[in-house]
């Protein structure tokens, strides 16, 4: 693997080509979703162009409770996050489970 695979980019313009999430683009992931443990339940396109996935269960505040890594790990276990590449800034999707679809909204973080 080389380094350009390896590494994870923060910011990416958006819109994506395609309309498919970029290889290399990075996400702020709740280490449940990213081991597979949880699935997806919340995704956060903010406004400052920051993605977020969450397990829409646990506290993502918590100590050690995401990592930042590529999005595409998140979608090898939850191959629906894919379509949400289309997903504005200040806008979040979330669903209640594998196979519901996902609900989409403004975001706003609380203390915003």
């Known amino acids: ?30 280490r449940t979703v990213l081991s597979g443990e949880r699935p997806a339940r919340l995704v956060i396109h903010d406004s400052k162009n920051d993605w977020c996935v969450g397990d829409g269960v646990s506290d993502p505040n918590a100590p050690d409770a995401c990592v930042a890594a590529h999005i595409g790990h998140v979608i090898a ?14 806008w979040e999707a979330w669903r209640d489970g ?10 706003e ?4």
Do not use: K
């Open 1 to 30: 693997m080389s380094t350009s695979e390896r590494e994870v980019a923060r910011y990416l313009a958006w819109p994506f080509a395609g309309g498919r999430f970029p290889d290399n683009l990075g996400a702020v992931i709740q």
């Open 77 to 90: 276990w939850n191959s629906s996050v894919a379509e949400l590449a289309t997903l504005p800034p200040g």
């Open 98 to 107: 594998p196979g519901q679809p996902w609900q989409r909204s403004a975001h």
């Open 109 to 112: 973080y609380p203390d915003e």
